[in-house]
């Protein structure tokens, strides 16, 4: 596609619940990150991909969340036992080369109830 | 710890007028520097970056930015502001070690443009 694809766009589920959030990057990039945007605050780091592996997930915040790019391209951000404070946008980019234009898709907003 | 700082979270300017938009910055080294842009309902758009040479940094829909290094600085502006320019504004920054792998970003500040 043209840019990055994100789905679902909103996603609601209850407290405790298991969601996954898919990430189609821009064909041909090799760097994909996921960030976390709450309510008026900026994104917040979660992970970095090079490729298939994460080069970088010092962002996640605990071990109820998860990333994979199996194949170096689609990424699936997953949350177990979801809390109420996981309530936010979570936002995916990709860039052909790491400091090169990173494009962003519009989000994935999970709110938990 | 890196961290960037945006001292306001609205800046007002009327249609016309100059606008700058204030960020500084704390990082090792030298680093990777942007400034993104985002309207309501649509995802972060990239404005600009600087990460090497000219400190004067030109970028989309007439902005730029200025790199200062003695005061750890990279401010937004623009000669002539327009109400289309009315969005939310980030600063973000990337240590120099990360290769920009790792984009932190400031809490933005709310550009209003009144006509």
């Known amino acids: 596609g043209a840019g990055v694809s994100q789905t679902p766009s909103n996603k609601v589920t209850e407290k405790g619940k298991y969601v996954e959030l898919r990430c189609d990057p821009i064909s041909g990039h090799t760097a994909l990150y996921w960030y976390r945007q709450s309510l008026g605050q900026g994104p917040e780091f979660l992970i970095y991909f090079q490729g298939t592996g994460a080069a970088d997930d010092s962002g996640l915040p605990n071990d109820r969340f998860f990333a994979v790019r199996p194949e170096g391209s689609v990424s699936t951000l997953k949350i177990q036992r979801t809390e109420r404070g996981d309530s936010a946008v979570y936002l995916c980019?990709?860039?052909?080369?790491?400091?090169?234009?990173?494009?962003f898709g519009q989000g994935t907003r999970l709110t938990v109830v | 710890a890196q961290s960037v700082a945006q001292p306001e979270d609205q800046v007002n300017v009327a249609e016309g007028n100059p606008l700058t938009v204030k960020c500084t910055y704390s990082?090792?080294?030298?680093?990777?520097l942007f400034w993104y842009v985002q309207y309501p309902n649509r995802g972060l758009q990239f404005l600009l970056k600087y990460i090497t040479g000219d400190n004067l940094v030109k970028g989309s829909y007439g902005f730029e930015a200025e790199f200062n290094k003695s005061q750890t600085s990279f401010h937004l502006k623009k000669p002539s502001a327009l109400v289309s320019d009315s969005a939310l504004y980030f600063c973000a920054v990337s240590p120099w070690y990360s290769s920009a792998s790792k984009i932190i970003f400031g809490s933005g500040t709310r550009l209003s443009i009144r006509p």
């Open positions: 990082v090792s080294g030298n680093p990777y």
């Open positions: 980019a990709s860039s052909a080369e790491p400091g090169q234009g990173t494009f």
